[in-house]
């Protein structure tokens, strides 16, 4: 029995000990209290106190804390009920007066939280309500950091995390913005379908423009081709008729071989279906006499007094060069042309660039704008056609 008391008397020791040795985790602070009274502060780390005396009463975390409050019911100033629910971030910089003067200070921060929000909502609409929600967190943390002050707590922030209407009044603000969006998707629409008929008609008119100026341009073309294919027609068949009258001159033929070959036609005048009956008469030796004689005064040179003297053979036309000076002169004109037409293209651009411009301006302005820059746009003068 005598190793009895020794074990007692260390198992005593120990947690007297125990009781004794305290440790305060990082970031932390115990309150400490001797005979339930407030004794002094434990930092972080181990400390020593006096058994069954002295004792940690509170705990304090001195981190930043976030404390999420639920939805209240709110009235704005013109009698809408809305629920609003907020979070505050709040820090403990005094630890006993936090410990001791307040019973509860989360609770009594979310208590003071409501009746603030109910203060600062009720002197708004609720456009002002939706639309201020910084000015109403300022003005909460500034009510809630000044009260909170001689808890020892400091409210570092505040946030409304939403701001919720009655469904009534939601339905009513979606449709109004459905309407808004609507309306501003009819009037982008219409600007849209009117500024796209404008650049219609504009596109019609210069393709107009120049379909007519094409058009004149080939015909035109088209008459000086077939003044050019008259004339070379007209100078090969003088040529031909030129050639075969010197060489008849220059073979001297005589009546004979005028008789000749006049006989030689009679068959070919008899050849064909409808000449059944075919009358030579009784003067055809004198006919051919006539001629012969006639034939061969022409190509002996005596032309008689009626024929005003020698052949002369017309002056002839150089084609060639005729149609190589038309080729200049229609390239000069194609390239005044395009000149003209690079021009008007620069001002129709110009005149777009301002409508375009425009847009933005009332309606009104708009329509008066582009009035006036479609009437200031010159209009293509006619071209001048190329000298026949």
Known sequence: MEWILPIVIAVLAVALLTQALKVVRQQQVGIVERLGKFRRTLDPGPHLLVPLIDNVRYTMDMREAVVPFPPQGVITEDNLMVSIDSVIYFQVVDPVRAAYEAQNYIQAIEQLTMTTLRNIIGGLDLEQTLTSREEINAKLRAVLDEATGKWGIKVNRVELRSIEPPATIRDAMEKGARAERDKR???????????????????????????????????????????????????????????????????????????????????????????????????????????????????????????????????????????????????????????????????????????????NTPQAELGAGVTAAEDAAPQPEPQAEPEQ
Do not use: C
């Open 185 to 359: 998707a009819a009037i982008l629409l219409a600007e849209g379908q009117r500024q796209s008929q404008i650049l219609s008609a504009s596109g019609d008119r210069e393709a107009s423009i120049l379909r007519a100026q094409g058009e004149r341009e080939s015909a035109v073309l088209r008459a000086q081709a077939d003044r050019q294919a008259q004339m070379l027609r007209a100078e090969g068949e003088a040529q031909a008729i030129t050639t075969v009258f010197g060489a008849i001159h220059a073979g001297k033929p005589d009546q004979s071989l005028l008789a000749y070959q006049y006989l030689q036609m009679l068959p070919n005048l008899a050849k064909g279906d409808a000449n059944k009956v075919w009358v030579v008469p009784s003067e055809l030796n004198d006919a051919l006499k006539g001629l012969g004689r006639a034939a061969g005064n022409l190509l002996s040179g005596d032309y008689g007094e009626a024929d005003g003297g020698e052949f002369e053979a017309p002056e002839k036309i150089d084609v060639f060069a005729e149609i190589a000076q038309q080729k200049i002169e229609a390239e000069g004109e194609a390239g005044r042309a395009v000149e003209q037409a690079i021009a008007e293209a620069q001002q129709m651009e110009n005149s777009r660039a301002a409508r375009r411009a425009s847009i």
